[in-house]
């Protein structure tokens, strides 16, 4: 026992330390607005982010989480059980303020001669705030608005270059579905709400399995249908999708790294925690008279195969990218479809580990773009061709990261997608582990095209020397060695994952 | 007499129903962005109708909540609108077209 406690909403402090941060950055810009010091707005949000790391390790290592009978602290539960603290939500805010580190050290180079540097960081930082909200988030009051708060800052990044058509045509395509979808969502919950009578989770699931709900099965049902469209525009998934290669594409490279890594394993916080502490399968099930976990299976197999083949098929890399960022979300949607079967928590956490390596591997590759793009050398295969005679350490991090997507042995990617597929079949799910087998093969393809492109085609034309920026460059070179280091570390950080799916699971 | 729940409910059925159809058929934003305040007040109207019904008052803060968080939607969405019109000299939102698959 500790000699004194910390009161309870302490335990939220890795998104109340961004939050401060992103509020510390405008302060800074506020003291004197003209003059633009950009290495101490980035050292300032790169700062906070790692603060916020520190302290979600921290927690982790001490034990917040843990079951008490296991000499852990337990779950702390925040202002009346609407944020709960528990390894899910750690292990999550873990994933984004890495994410988020590594894109503001990024866009120390990438933004150099915006206009508007504190105000990009701070709206960086208040949408890992909502991110890291969202991972915490336990009521689906709170949800809906850490979903806001991480959305409405991501709109006015993706549109955040003013004078560039691709970018205010990603923002407003991005604007547009999000609004669309989060009506939906909201929809969703106010249904959700009139068949049960409370929003927050707990409360729901005891409603629905002690048969107050039987009446309105139709009613929930049309509500779990909505809420589900609110966790695919989120997490870039079918029928959502149509927004994420054009905002990804158009968006500033660092962001459109911290869109499909960070937002991404956001939105499936939400998802892993409303469906398995919300609505339980079998109870569920009695009273809607269908098993979600039905559509899981068919989102996931389609979101993973159209993701991939409209990866093969592109000129662009950016877009190739957002693509295969779709095609991931296929693979870590398998999370939720397993989740009836009796090893749930295995195909839960293995999504979760998935999502994690997938932070860093992803994050790197589109770092890479974000290089390219800062070079100059242009946006297609052929204009990356040769660019590894000129810059051999920046393509060697890029070969890593996207072997590691595409899953090749020895590297994170392919071994929590090796524990994904095992998992996938113990579970019984044979029609989705034959689908990651076969898009992961297609993958390969797309992959290392880009691979040969940069190592051994000649370059189209002469190209002056490159430079090495040195924010972009130390940033993709930790995401690779990060995606090489986590090997060591895959063991007992899988055992972290699958502890705290079980901890939601039951 | 109170008016039954089930006839709030098919109102704001029927006000999603009109934003939904305004987003799938009407080319300028500007009718977009209120075809989705259509849809959120909907969401509203059910939500405060379900918390007189069960007789709580979550549903009823949580409305205001939402109020607060649409005028914020709509404010980045103008803003965005703004620097779409600067680029683009137009709101219709079939005109940005320097992206396809």
């Given at each position: 026992m500790a000699i004194f406690e910390l009161p309870g909403w302490t335990a939220l402090a890795p998104a109340v330390l961004l939050a401060a941060t992103a509020l510390a950055l405008f302060v800074i810009d506020s003291i004197s607005p003209t003059t633009t010091n950009r290495g101490l707005l980035a050292g300032t949000a790169t700062a906070g982010s790692l603060a916020a790391l520190g302290v979600a390790v921290w927690f982790v290592l001490a034990g917040v989480g843990t079951p008490t009978i296991d000499g852990g602290r337990g779950v702390i539960d925040v202002l009346d059980n609407q944020f709960v603290v528990d390894q899910l939500a750690l292990f999550f805010m873990i994933v984004i303020t890495v994410v988020t580190a590594l894109v503001t050290v990024a866009s120390y180079d990438y933004m150099e001669d915006h206009a508007y540097?504190?105000?990009?960081?701070s709206l960086v930082l208040l949408a890992a705030t909502g991110m890291a909200t969202m991972a915490a988030a336990n009521s689906l009051v709170t949800i809906f608005i850490a979903l806001e708060l991480s959305s409405l800052p991501s709109y006015a990044l993706v549109a955040i270059l003013k004078d560039n058509r691709g970018s205010v045509e990603g923002g407003l395509k991005y604007f547009l579905i999000g609004a669309l979808s989060s009506a939906i969502f909201l929809y969703g919950i106010s249904l959700v709400y009139g068949a049960t009578g409370h929003l927050q989770l707990e409360t729901i699931a005891d409603v629905i399995g002690n048969g107050d709900a039987n009446d309105y099965g139709g009613l929930l049902g049309l509500g779990i249908l909505m809420l589900i469209g609110g966790f695919a525009y989120k997490t870039a998934?079918?029928?959502?999708?149509?927004?994420?290669?054009?905002?990804?594409?158009?968006?500033?490279?660092?962001?459109s790294a911290f869109l499909s890594s960070a937002s991404k394993a956001a939105g499936f916080v939400i998802a892993f925690r409303v469906f398995t502490e919300a609505f339980?399968?079998?109870?569920?099930?009695s009273v809607i008279g269908v098993d979600w976990t039905v559509a899981f299976i068919v989102l996931?197999?389609?979101?993973?195969?159209?993701?991939?083949?409209?990866?093969?098929?592109q000129e662009n890399v950016k877009r190739m990218l957002a693509y295969s960022s779709i095609g991931h979300a296929g693979y870590a949607l398998i999370g939720l479809a397993g989740i009836s079967a009796d090893g749930g928590a295995l195909v839960m956490g293995a999504a979760m580990m998935h999502l994690l390596v997938y932070g860093f591997m992803n994050t790197g590759a589109f770092l890479f773009v974000a290089l390219a793009e800062y070079w100059g050398v242009g946006r297609t295969f052929e204009d990356y061709n040769g660019l590894a005679r000129q810059a051999p350490v920046a393509c060697f991090a890029l070969g890593i990261c996207l072997f590691s997507l595409a899953g090749i042995p020895p590297l994170g990617g392919f071994w929590s997608k090796y524990f994904l597929y095992t998992s996938a079949l113990d579970a019984g799910l044979l029609v989705v582990a034959v689908a990651l087998v076969v898009n992961s093969a297609l993958s390969l393809y797309y992959y290392s095209r880009l691979i040969k492109a940069v190592w051994i085609e000649d370059p189209i034309a002469e190209r002056d020397s490159l430079s090495q920026p040195i924010g972009l460059y130390a940033a993709l070179v930790v995401a690779a060695v990060m995606t090489v280091a986590l090997l060591p570390m895959f063991g007992p950080v899988a055992d972290t994952a699958v502890n705290a799916a079980t901890a939601v699971l039951t | 007499m109170a008016v039954e729940v089930q006839y709030y409910v098919l109102l704001s059925m029927a006000l999603f129903s009109i934003g939904l159809f305004g987003i799938l058929t009407r080319r300028n934003a500007l009718l977009f962005l209120m075809s989705v305040e259509l849809m959120l007040n909907a969401a509203n109207i059910n939500l405060i109708a379900f918390a007189f019904y069960h007789g709580n008052l979550t549903g009823q803060v949580f409305a205001l909540f939402t109020m607060a968080l649409a005028a914020a939607e709509v404010a980045i969405g103008l803003g965005i609108l703004l620097v779409l019109y600067r680029n683009f000299r137009d709101v219709d939102v079939t005109v940005p077209t320097t992206m396809r698959w």
């Open positions: 540097q504190a105000e990009y960081y998934s079918v029928p959502f999708h149509f927004w994420a290669p054009e905002a990804y594409e158009g968006a500033p490279a660092p962001i339980p399968v079998a109870q569920t099930a996931a197999v389609v979101t993973m195969t159209l993701g991939n083949f409209a990866a093969a098929t | -």
